[in-house]
């Protein structure tokens, strides 16, 4: 029998877990579910084709678990405030371990905490599977969804990685929160790109975060000069978040950054050692190309001439996406530098 105060007893749980955050729903569409397909009516998923999958199923984790009861949903803090490298950056998330292992053992550990307690059947989503998962985050009372489209947490802000448990086990669920935006518009303000059609609606299309990992082919050039130092992801619309105020580094080691060379050597790396440097980051799954093509652009954009011979170097290389972004660097180093 699951006692009235098992929301309470799973947040003990939870916290001695190493999550930051976590909550309860029921297990039905959040409010802003018809959303979801005016934005795949507007592509704003650009080539990710898989969000366009099965939508019926991603917009109701009812659809998607008809055997589910309640939903938990964790947060674990990612934010970082030192670089990991001498020149570029990474997002906080990727800067250590990838944290969908991360976060995937620890919703297993609740997992198996609850069914000794209480039994049921529990299902990990983390990131992967199709869930909305912020607007669920926010309808199980973690915090709320921001004009940024984050979930945003009253003590870590924009910066917690979300996972769910669906499970058969009926449980008292939280209650929303409500949103504490008001009329602060910095993460829109901010967005280098403009990536925000409006408040709350982000066309991917136009984001850093898609352009540099996502996106399979070449990033347009229209972005590249936008895209700064920006080697991986972008945090620009959640550093600038007022709600970062309380917000502490996060407290998981495995996320904790893992210093990189200059970008000037790795982009010497052959494959082998792209692999053996960035295997269980999330770096990994950009494979050496696109890992080169993204160190070109931003070498095209702060890089010195002492960068030329490796970016020279690349641009002969056979794969044409490193060809084209390592010869488009050398072209805007040279016009900088007149060299
Ligand atoms: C696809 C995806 C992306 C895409 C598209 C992002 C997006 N905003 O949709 C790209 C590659 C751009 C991306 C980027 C990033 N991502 Co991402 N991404 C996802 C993924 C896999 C699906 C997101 C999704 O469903 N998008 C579809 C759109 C339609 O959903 P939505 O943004 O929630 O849209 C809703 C609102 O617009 C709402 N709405 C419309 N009008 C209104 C009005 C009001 C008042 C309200 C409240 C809502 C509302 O209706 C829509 C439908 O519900 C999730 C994991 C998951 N399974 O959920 C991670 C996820 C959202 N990403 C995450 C992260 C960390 C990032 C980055 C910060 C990474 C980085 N540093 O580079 C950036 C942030 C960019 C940004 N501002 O969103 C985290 C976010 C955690 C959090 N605290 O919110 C998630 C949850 C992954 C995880 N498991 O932790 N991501
Ligand atoms: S992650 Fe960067 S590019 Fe993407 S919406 Fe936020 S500020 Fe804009
Ligand atoms: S920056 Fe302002 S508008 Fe954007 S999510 Fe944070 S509080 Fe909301």
């Not at 930051?20 to 959040?30: E, L, M, N, W």
């Not at 944290?99 to 059947?121: F, N, P």
């Not at 008292?172 to 504490?180: E, I, L, M």
């Not at 210093?259 to 692999?275: G, I």
Request: charged share 25%.
């Amino acid at each position: 029998m699951v006692p009235l105060n098992a929301n309470q007893i799973l947040r003990q749980v939870a916290d001695r877990i190493g999550l930051d955050a976590f909550g309860i729903s029921p297990v039905r569409a959040p409010t802003h579910a018809p959303d979801f397909y005016q934005w795949l009516a507007q592509s704003f998923q650009g080539a990710m084709d898989w969000m366009a999958r099965n939508p019926h199923i991603r917009a109701d984790p009812q659809a998607y678990d008809p055997s589910a009861r309640s939903l938990l949903v964790a947060g674990l803090s990612s934010r970082q405030t030192s670089p990991a490298l001498p020149r570029g950056r990474i997002a906080a998330y990727a800067q250590g371990s990838d944290y969908h292992d991360v976060l995937r053992e620890k919703l297993e550990s609740l997992a198996q905490e609850t069914i000794q307690k209480w039994g049921g059947k529990f299902r990990v989503c983390v990131d992967s599977s199709p869930l909305l998962e912020k607007p669920l985050a926010a309808l199980a009372g973690v915090g709320w969804q921001g004009k940024n489209t984050l979930l945003i947490h009253r003590q870590h802000g924009p910066w917690l990685l979300l996972g769910c448990l669906l499970t058969d086990l009926q449980l008292p669920t939280d209650q929303p929160d409500s949103d504490h935006c008001g009329s602060c518009t910095r993460c829109l303000d901010a967005c280098p790109t403009r990536a925000f059609p409006r408040p709350y609606v982000l066309d991917a299309r136009r984001c850093l975060a898609y352009l540099t990992i996502e996106n399979p082919g070449p990033i347009p050039e229209e972005f590249r000069p936008l895209l700064g130092d920006r080697l991986f992801g972008c945090d620009e619309c959640l550093e600038v978040c007022p709600w970062n105020r309380h917000a502490q580094n996060s407290r998981e080691m495995k996320l904790t950054p893992r210093p990189r060379p200059d970008l000037r050597e790795m982009l010497t790396w052959d494959d082998q050692r792209f692999r053996s440097e960035f295997r269980g980051t999330p770096v990994f799954r950009l494979k050496r190309n696109r890992w080169l093509r993204n160190i070109s652009v931003v070498l095209g954009n702060i890089g010195t001439a002492e960068d030329l011979a490796a970016l020279e170097k690349a641009s002969q290389e056979a794969d044409p996406l490193v060809r084209e972004h390592a010869h488009w660097a050398v072209q805007r180093i040279r016009g900088r530098t007149a060299t």
